[in-house]
Each structure stands twice: as C-alpha cells, then as structure tokens.
C-alpha cells in the first residue's frame, strides 16, 4: 500500500510487460521502494512478479526470466506505508488460488476487522498488508457473484473504508481490467483497440493523450473494445473525455513545473492522509501506539529532537504538546543533543523527526538517547527506515514520497502528526478532555480544506510578490508564539532555494536589538496570530508592525480573513482562513513556501536541486 503509489493497467494488442514497464518509469517520479506486474498470457494463465527496490530490479529479474507474452496486465511502484517494502508486501497480490491479481494505493481503515472475518471463514494469507485483505476480500466476492468481476468489485469497494484506488484482473476474463477509486486518483487512456488506465496520465501518456477522469466511488472496466464506468451501486455514469496537452519532459514530474510545486500542491493532502484513521467521534487514537500507553504514563518530560525543517515542526509541536499532554518539552538540534552530556533517564520520551528516516545526526541522537535508557518514538514519512526501526515507537506521516530538497508536505505532515501525538498522549494521560479533545479532532479535520483555499485564492498573488520581490537582498520574518518556528521556517526556505539573507526573528526581540536592521525598503514578513483566539498577542505584533514601518520596512503581513486592524499598517496582506490558535502554523507556512518557490523561480534557479544541499543528510 502506499499513499503516493504509481498504477498502470493494460488491454489490447500489444505484449502488456513492456508497455507496464515503460509506464511504470514514467511513474518514477512519484518515489517508491518495490515494484511489480502481472500478465494473463494467451494461454490465459496469469503471471505476476514483485521486487523490492527500484525498476531496474524488476525490468533485469524480467529480462532473466520473462513472463510469458500476455495481452492484459496490470503494474504498480508501492511507497510502504503498512507492512515493510519487502519482495512479499509488494504489489500485485494474489488471491483465488493465484488466479485473480490485485494492486492498491491508499490506506483500508478497516482492514484488521476485514482479516480477522477472513481468517474465521478460513482464508490464509502471505502478507502483513492491509492490500492482500482487500484482494481475498474480493476473491470471496467472486466467488460468491459466480465469475462476475465488475458484480465482485461492487460488493468488495462497499465493505472497504478508508482511501483506495484498486485494480484487479483474473485469469478468466483476459482483456478485462476492473478498477474502482475513492479518495484516491484514477484515470482512463482511451487508444485504438486498446485502453489503459493510471494513477495519473504520466502512465500512457507516450502512447495516447485522449483521456477520462473517473469521479470519487466509481468503478471502470476496461477492454479493447471499451471503456465502462459506473458509481458503487452499478449505475451507469457519464464521464467527460479531455485532452492530455504537455509532453514526455514534463511527464518526469506528472505535468508540474518542478517538484517543489507538486509537492506543494499536495500539502492538503498530505495532512489528510496523516490524519486518515486516526480520528473517530471526537477523538485520537494512533493504531500503531495501541497497547504501549506505559510508554506515556510514566514520562516526565519530552525532548523532541530532530534538524533543519523538521526542527522547526518540532518547536511548533512543543506548544501543542506542553497544551494537550501536560508534560515539560524541550526541543533540540540532534547534531547538538549528543555532545553536552544531555540529562536523560526512563522518565523521558525522545521523539525524533526525520522525513527519510535515515538522518545520521537524528539516527546517533536517537542510539544514544536508548543507550541512557531514555524512551524513543519517532515520527517519519519512510516505511522500513532505520530510524524506525531503533525507535521504540513510531508514528508515519503519509505524505508520500517527497522529491524536492526543500521540506514542504513532509513539514505539514510532521506538524500534524505531533499533534495527534500531543491528543493521543493527553487521552492516555487523562490530560485533556473530551470537550477540548474533540475541538482539537475537529480543527486538525478542517485543515486540509483550509490549505488547498489558499493554494487556490492566495498562490497567485504570493507568485506575483515573490516576482516583484525578486532583487532583495535580504527578508526578515516575524512571529510569535506557534508563529515564531513559521517564520524560522520561511526563512529557511528563502535562503535554501533563492539563496538570498533570511532570518526569523520572535516578534518581542524586535526592540531587544535587530529593530537596528531595518532601513527602507527593507522587506519584512509578518505572521499576525488571531484577533479572536489570541486578542492579547495580537494587539502587541500589531504595534511591531507599526514600529518597523515607521523605520520604513515594506511590511508584508499574514493575517486570518476578517482582521481589518492590520490594514492601516501592512503594505501587502496575505489571507489565511480562520483557525484556533494551533492550527495557524499549518496555514501559515503555505504562502511562504510558495514566497520562496516563486522568488527562487524568478530568480531562475533550480528549486528542486538547491546548491550544496541532497535530500536526506546521511553523514554526521
């Protein structure tokens, strides 16, 4: 399973292994860690081989021993998010006696209470996914519908919760692939005597640029001769064609411009998937923390520790985790933590933060924090990762693969995990209440839909600034409370991609002596916290902005819809919808990724592929 995984499946005339192939690394840029095919061949036998790793294991394994030649086949690259990336996790599944093949993408909220009804009817499986579920799932209903794919899928989808796109084919139906989606992507490449369908257009876009959008809860078939889509009642549905218009170059990043502004775009939904099957009624509970609330009821204190981005996610985090668990949190730069003899026995919770999980400074920091006894939990966006694996706990952030140097869903992502953390602790812990549990639930629920309103009203003019802004030689960014780690944040992105001065300052250290760096001209961006929710702090940053535009700053300023008090004093005002105190930070932070993308755009560097930097720091 994954959240970000890459599909493809295939009807028609052609050999199947090679167009899944070629669609499949058209898919790479989506980031994976095992792939996989299957092909029914003339003889209709299905066929189907799986590989941990990249492509390139899979396309020599083939060359060695090819799959018969087949005419239907379906492919997919997995980004682990339940169950490692191992050869047995891969995709495709099998079921019905390796009749019948099945690939997914997304997460089955209710797979364990599926499994264990499979399991008592009987049922054996090879795997720890919740994907095979789905599949045996599905192998039943076949059964139970006499051979009837498409009647199978309807009762199958039905009984699932959660996010999937699913494919499946069997071994006595070739020139049929059946397909169904819910919150999750799938579309349909209409050839000539041939149809395909991907995760996203990138899969068959070398071979036909006519395409269909399938809705939220439908179903496709597809065969040479046609396409069928219908909703999860059986219900015929009208699906609109359209054009696919960019070209092969732009297929390495999915039609987007770099990387950066992919995963940007992506920002709601990576928060979305963090949160997927972590709430219900009102409350947070983290499935992969069940059965270790020892581990939080004897703690002291919290050290979170973690570097760059994912510190900064960290200091916001602390406040969130100070409010809900009641318990003492430091915040500390990994690289830093080992080398002053820290203060550490079984009464502190380290929680390290690390996108790839393979972040040297953070992995030494976490070995070191057990050696003293400490506890570990991590938080990490890499099923399988090392850091993971030298936690005692681990909570995943689905963002999906991010690509791009600069932290930008992954950030989001970490600030909402520690926020679940921060409810599931106060929960265990008696901390929090219901009343306050439940605001928070439906705050953190809401953030998704807030952020994709600013990717869609505020990106433009964000851009537009960025271009205008494109020769200053320094930015300074101010904040307060969870609003100062934001501006930290912004800062960083500024200096990590434009290569252009960038500092974050606390709004109250104005006047203890940087207030000495503002001359005219000089831009300044300012997070104003909420006149609502924070009346108090507020009014204090609403006189920092009249003190720097008195020395002349070009003053742009962050405020929620309806804060009319900071007009007389702003140059530029940037909207965010209105949220509670906590959840600003996630709105926030978005036009200042977005700042830094089109200032570094502007400037003409390459965003995803910043100077000196790699993705993840593997050497201390």
Partial sequence: MGGMCGIVGYVGPRPSESILLSGL???????????????????GTLG????????????????????????????????????????????????DDGRLAVIHNGIIENFAALKAELLASGATFLSETDTEVAAVLLAHEYRANGGDLEAAFRSTVSRLDGAFTLLAMHQEHPGLVVGARRNSPLVIGLGDGENFLGSDVAAFVEHTRSALAIGQDQIVAITPEGVRVTDFDGNAVEVEPFQVTWDAA??????????MAKEVSEEPEAVANTVRGRTHDGIVEIPELEGLDGLFTGIHRILVIACGTAAYAGQVGKYALEQWARVPVDVELAHEFRYRDPVLDPGTLVVSISQSGETMDTLMAVKYARERGAKTLSICNTQGATIPRESDAIVYTHAGPEVAVASTKAFVAQITALYLLALHIGRVRGAV????QATAVAEIEAVPGKISWILEHQQERVT????????????????RHVGFPIALEGALKLKEISYIHAEGFAAGELKHGPIALI???????????????????????????????????????????????????????????????????????????????????????????PRNLAKSVTVE
Avoid: C
Avoid at 58 to 86: F, K, N, S, V, Y
Avoid at 433 to 436: F, M, V
């Fill in 519 to 609: 001359e005219p001209g000089q831009p300044v961006f300012v997070i104003v916290p909420s006149p609502v929710h924070s009346p108090v702090l507020h009014d204090k940053v609403v006189s920092n902005i009249q003190e720097i535009r008195a020395r002349g700053a070009r003053v742009i300023v962050i405020a929620e819809e309806g804060d009319a008090a900071v007009l007389p004093f702003a140059d530029e005002v940037l909207r965010i919808p209105l949220a509670g105190p906590l959840f600003e930070p996630l709105l926030a932070v978005v036009p200042l990724h977005v700042f830094a993308m089109g200032l570094a755009t502007a400037r003409g560097l390459d965003i995803d592929q």
């Fill in 25 to 43: 690394a058209r898919l790479e840029y989506r980031g994976y860690d095992s792939a996989g095919i299957a092909v029914i061949d003339a003889d």
């Fill in 48 to 95: 189907m081989r799986k590989r941990a790793g990249k492509l390139g294991v899979l396309r020599d394994d083939l060359a060695r021993t090819p799959l018969p030649d087949g005419t239907t086949g379906i492919g997919h690259t997995r980004w682990a998010t339940h169950g490692g990336p191992t050869d047995q996790n891969a995709h495709p599944h099998l079921a």
């Fill in 433 to 436: 209440t219901a009343e306050q």
């Fill in 464 to 479: 537009q600034l960025a271009r205008w802004m494109a020769d200053s030689r320094s930015v300074l960014f101010l904040g």
């Fill in 250 to 259: 732009a297929a390495e990043k999915g039609g987007w411009s770099s990387f």
